[in-house]
């Protein structure tokens, strides 16, 4: 080797090395400097690493994986915002009829609708997504524009269609990065125009003059508060719109999808069906044959529990962190936790259930998470759940078609027993 040859090589490995020392001089001081400017002590979690935070520790197809080991991950946000939305948002619903009956009327009749186009298939597989979709989003328009719209109205479909996909997008593993790493947002442009086409009002005249229709409706008599703005409002409408659609719709898919799984604990057996033909027969399915369904409920409660469909909360109640830290909490860890749960990685609705088979509460459910942020519409979003489900299960049996594996369904009238 010549002399020219050791002197770049010890010349490169002299820059590397100063490369690498000023790098960890700016990690020093950036985080000394960080520290410094907060009161509080952070959660414990892994260390960042300089401008790549906790990246490369992220598993990005299965996010909540690494999140379950790390336990906790801080963001930063405006709590002052979310207060005033959340006020709005309850207000609204309030204010809309999110009354207990007046709600499980409107979901009563929607229902009906929902019935009807699953026995247009008369036994053969499809997919029920769109139809559940097109039901559930319906129940919020009932409530928010005092009508419903029909499953083949073109503006009516395309808003939910396009509402479904955005949910799909929000919870891709590339946006959870984005939630954690918002400097990068310019990656997902495409995201944020989609997300800025389906809430875009100029998209969906037809509900926002339904809309105001109905405001006006309800300010001339009394109901609506009249000192929200029009913007606001409509803001926070396809806010609930976007929150209460997809969870309910795809909860509600899960447990289609666990009673083609389980027959034995659909219908064979003294099981749902079982139990809501004998205390319920052929009338319609209201809330109050709740408390006589401990085995449907439970079975309900368990979807919930397994499905986990909305894995990571946000709340603000960390005590000992700097101030305005936002936690993520991850439910995942409480609704698959194995000191509370009997079987927390298998569906077994046991788990709602004593030795008398009465229904039983369980603390560490909490799908809709806990505390201040708790889940604004989980009231309603409950009785949807337990009405969709029992009256379908009371009209319908659920099967995967035969030979195939995939979440489609076959649907036929119930077999009590002969499965
Ligand atoms: C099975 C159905 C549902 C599930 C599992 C669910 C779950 C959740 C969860 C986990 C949160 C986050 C709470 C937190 O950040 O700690 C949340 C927030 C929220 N949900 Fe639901 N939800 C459901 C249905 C609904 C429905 C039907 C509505 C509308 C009427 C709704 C409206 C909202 C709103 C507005 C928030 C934000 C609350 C806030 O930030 O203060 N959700 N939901």
């Avoid at 073109?154 to 959870?176: A, H, K, M, Y």
């Avoid at 369980?362 to 998470?369: C, E, G, H, K």
């Amino acid at each position: 080797m010549g002399i020219l040859d050791l002197f770049l090589q010890s010349s490169s490995s002299i820059s590397l090395l100063g490369a690498l020392l000023v790098l960890l001089l700016v990690y020093l001081v950036s985080s000394s400097s960080f520290s410094s400017q907060k009161e509080g002590k952070e959660p414990p979690g892994p260390r960042p690493l300089p401008v790549l935070g906790n990246l490369l520790q992220l598993d990005l197809k299965r996010p909540y994986l690494t999140l379950l080991k790390v336990r906790k991950r801080v963001l930063w946000s405006n709590g002052d915002s979310w207060k005033e939305m959340r006020r709005f948002a309850l207000t609204n619903l309030r204010d809309f009829g999110m009354g207990k009956k007046a709600s499980e009327d409107k979901i009563i009749e929607e229902c009906d609708y929902l019935i009807e186009v699953f026995k247009t298939f008369k036994g053969e597989a499809f997919d029920t997504t769109q139809p559940i979709n097109y039901a559930v989003s319906n129940i919020i328009c009932s409530i928010v524009y005092g009508s419903r719209f029909e499953y083949d109205d073109p503006e009516f479909t395309s808003l939910v269609d396009r509402t479904n996909r955005t949910i799909q997008l929000v919870g891709s593993p590339s946006i959870q990065v984005y939630n954690m790493f918002p400097w990068i947002g310019k990656w997902n442009l495409g995201l944020f125009s989609h997300l800025k086409e389906t809430l875009n009002p100029q998209m969906c005249r037809g509900f926002v003059d339904a809309f105001l229709v109905r405001k006006q409706n309800l300010e001339v008599s009394g109901i609506a508060n009249s000192h929200f703005n029009d913007r606001n409002l409509l803001y926070t409408v396809l806010n609930l719109f976007a929150a209460g659609t997809d969870t309910t719709a795809t909860t509600l898919r899960w447990g289609l999808l666990y009673m083609a799984k389980n027959p034995k604990i659909q219908g064979k057996g003294l099981k749902v069906q079982e139990e809501v033909n004998r205390e319920i027969g052929s009338r319609q399915v209201q809330i109050e044959d709740r408390k006589n369904l401990p085995f449907t409920d439970a079975v309900i409660h368990e979807t919930q529990r397994l499905a986990n469909i909305a894995p990571m909360a946000k709340t603000f109640q960390c005590l000992y962190c700097p101030q305005g830290t936002t936690v993520y909490p991850l439910l995942t860890s409480v609704l698959y936790d194995e000191s509370e749960w009997e079987r927390p990685h298998s569906f077994y609705p046991a788990h709602f259930l004593d030795k008398d088979g009465k229904f039983v509460k369980r603390d560490a459910f909490m799908p809709f998470s806990a505390g201040r942020r708790i889940c604004l519409g989980e009231g309603l979003a409950r009785m949807e759940l337990f009405i969709f489900f029992t009256s379908l299960l009371q009209h319908f049996r659920f099967t995967p078609p035969p030979g195939s594996r995939h979440v489609l369904f076959s649907v036929r009238p119930p077999q009590l027993g002969s499965i």
